[in-house]
């Protein structure tokens, strides 16, 4: 069940699958987004805007801008009742067809997301600390492929912008789920894009080799730091990272193991305590951004 991506055929393409454009309610065109990731380091990105019928129901045609360094997913933010607190529900679905139905009348958030993931695409449980999300509302979201751990525009609206305390319940209670961080740009004031993304290890390209990748969990998360590599040997759990301040291994309630000092690039640390259970690897740099592995399964 471990999909650490790092021994993967292939190479690490940077990302982002949460962004809006001028099609709901984003403050820059479908193009000028595209630019504003493909100048400035990104392999690909998927834009996301608001699947609602005051938008007429978008889901943002980017085909034409695919090249062969530069590559597009298709998706939208879906939206039905009702989370426990009375709000529709933000859900994350990336690699949908550009036909698909808009939401019914009598759509749950639940059976929309098991509808997008039927038709083929990746479902993220969308900035859950955000809005309140209960951990009755994710378990309901029975569809979900991932978490979405770190949203940027969250952490710059309401300071809400951590979401692992959702992935961490669901995790303790033995949901595989994934976990991805991501923009949600807008384009606003606030600094939301190109500050939070995943890193896909893929053999091409091409949008449903990077779109099987995502699914297969074959990414890490990042705000600046690189996860060079993680791998088990063992009873021990291997780190090596760009220059980093702290190398935290965490795993159900309150297991951990860390390594803190100027500049580490490389630690070991015994996982005997996480087994039957699960890890997950944080690093972070001088600077306080960073990085996340995917869940690491230890059964």
Same mark, same amino acid.
């Given at each position: 069940?471990?999909?650490?991506?790092?021994?993967?055929?292939?190479?690490?393409?940077?990302?982002?699958?949460?962004?809006?454009?001028?099609?709901?309610?984003?403050?820059?065109?479908?193009?000028?987004?595209?630019?504003?990731?493909?100048?400035?380091?990104?392999?690909?990105?998927?834009?996301?805007?608001?699947?609602?019928?005051?938008?007429?129901?978008?889901?943002?045609?980017?085909?034409?801008?695919?090249?062969?360094?530069?590559?597009?997913?298709?998706?939208?933010?879906?939206?039905?009742?009702?989370?426990?607190?009375?709000?529709?529900?933000?859900?994350?679905?990336?690699?949908?067809?550009?036909?698909?139905?808009?939401?019914?009348? =009598?759509?749950?958030?639940?059976? !929309? @997301?098991?509808? &997008?993931? #039927? $038709?083929?695409?990746?479902?993220?449980?969308?900035?859950? /600390?955000?809005?309140?999300?209960?951990?009755?509302?994710?378990?309901?979201?029975?569809?979900?492929?991932?978490?979405?751990?770190?949203?940027?525009?969250?952490?710059?609206?309401?300071?809400?912008?951590?979401?692992?305390?959702?992935?961490?319940?669901?995790? =303790?209670?033995?949901?595989?789920? !994934? @976990?991805?961080? &991501?923009? #949600? $740009?807008?384009?606003?004031?606030?600094?939301?894009?190109? /500050?939070?993304?995943?890193?896909?290890?893929?053999?091409?390209?091409?949008?449903?080799?990077?779109?099987?990748?995502?699914?297969?969990?074959?990414?890490?998360?990042?705000?600046?730091?690189?996860?060079?590599?993680?791998?088990?040997?063992?009873?021990?759990?291997?780190?090596?990272?760009?220059?980093?301040?702290?190398?935290?291994?965490?795993?159900?309630?309150?297991?951990?193991?860390?390594?803190?000092?100027?500049?580490?690039?490389?630690?070991?640390?015994?996982?005997?305590?996480?087994?039957?259970?699960?890890?997950?690897?944080?690093?972070?740099?001088?600077?306080?951004?960073?990085?996340?592995?995917?869940?690491?399964?230890?059964?």
């Amino acid at each position: 069940m471990n999909q650490l991506p790092f021994d993967k055929p292939g190479r690490f393409y940077r990302g982002n699958l949460h962004t809006h454009s001028t099609r709901s309610d984003g403050k820059l065109s479908p193009a000028e987004v595209i630019a504003a990731y493909r100048d400035h380091g990104y392999d690909f990105l998927a834009i996301t805007d608001h699947f609602l019928e005051s938008y007429h129901f978008p889901i943002v045609d980017t085909r034409e801008f695919r090249t062969s360094t530069f590559t597009t997913l298709l998706g939208a933010e879906l939206h039905a009742p009702r989370i426990e607190l009375g709000v529709n529900w933000h859900i994350l679905a990336v690699g949908l067809p550009l036909d698909f139905a808009p939401t019914g009348e =009598a759509e749950t958030g639940p059976t !929309l @997301a098991r509808r &997008a993931a #039927d $038709a083929g695409a990746f479902v993220g449980i969308a900035h859950p /600390a955000w809005y309140g999300l209960t951990l009755a509302d994710a378990l309901s979201l029975d569809a979900a492929h991932a978490v979405e751990i770190f949203n940027q525009t969250c952490a710059t609206y309401n300071d809400r912008g951590d979401s692992w305390y959702m992935e961490d319940m669901l995790l =303790a209670q033995g949901h595989r789920l !994934l @976990a991805y961080a &991501a923009d #949600d $740009a807008h384009f606003s004031t606030r600094a939301d894009y190109r /500050a939070a993304w995943i890193q896909v290890r893929s053999e091409s390209l091409d949008p449903d080799a990077l779109l099987a990748a995502i699914k297969a969990g074959h990414f890490y998360s990042s705000q600046g730091p690189e996860i060079r590599d993680v791998r088990l040997d063992g009873e021990r759990v291997q780190v090596t990272c760009s220059p980093a301040q702290s190398i935290f291994v965490a795993g159900r309630a309150s297991a951990a193991r860390y390594e803190t000092g100027p500049g580490i690039a490389r630690c070991e640390f015994p996982i005997g305590s996480f087994a039957g259970s699960y890890c997950r690897v944080t690093v972070v740099d001088a600077a306080g951004r960073r990085a996340w592995t995917n869940p690491i399964w230890l059964d």
